[in-house]
């Protein structure tokens, strides 16, 4: 068992594209409210409507997207998010001039879509351990932008470096009065694509980066739980680590 407390929440209201960073979130069935509930899709004929990512597309990290604020300060989306280019300029999601300039931007004809659980794992929470960020920072001796792992929960506790690799189905974290566990398909320690190759903006790859968690840490990196226990999570909230680690077998 591990201890703690919350050190980040993050929230990516549109799938691929920078997010906001909260001082408090919900969850529930859906993850984190809000998480990638929308997307961007590829309207090539050769890409048959799927959506658009940063492996497709890293320039997609160029824009931010982020919801109004609630007047009561609830961490549910009050409204759809709103789009910021590049240059700073806000753009609504409901503006009928969106995709167009989306679409001159990536160089890729795009239509809009509405849709809670758009993850690449379902409805689920990624976690992420100061322990393990600071202990990769060691191994290619350099600073590591947290953001390019796009985690939902950063979590600052005593395990060790890179203990979540092991996390096997039971693992239970608490945080405040919620709880997350690895528990059903696609759940556990986190298997990187190349997104965290790429700077948070998109600017720059740092291939190195994935060729080093493949060959160190099975490209691993987090650990993907699904919430067992709805509520909403704040900063510097207190969090327990209930690890269970594979059953070594008796011969």
Known sequence: MYGGT?????????????????PAVLLDARGVAGDR?????????THAG???????????LAWEAA???????????????????PEGVPWAWDDPDLPAALTESYGVPLSLRAADGQQDRGPTVLVT?????RGLEEELGTEIELDRFRPNIHLVTDAPAFAEETFTEGTVITV????LEVTGDRAGPCIR?????????????????QKH????????????????GPGIVHIGETAVVTAMAPQRSHT
């Open 6 to 22: 919350v050190g980040g929440l993050y929230r990516w209201p549109i799938k691929s594209l920078r997010g906001e960073r909260l």
């Open 37 to 45: 509930a929308y997307a961007l899709i590829d309207e090539r004929p």
């Open 50 to 60: 799927k959506r658009l990512t940063v492996r497709q597309s890293p320039g997609m």
């Open 67 to 85: 919801y109004p604020a609630a007047c009561d300060g609830s961490p549910e989306p009050p409204s759809p998010p709103v789009l910021y280019s």
């Open 129 to 133: 351990f100061e322990a393990s960020l």
């Open 176 to 179: 405040g009065g919620s709880v």
């Open 193 to 209: 694509c190349a997104v965290p190759s790429w700077d948070p903006y998109g600017r720059e790859r740092w291939p190195e980066l």
């Open 213 to 228: 968690l493949i060959m160190a840490h099975e490209n691993k990196f987090g650990v993907i739980l699904r919430v067992t």
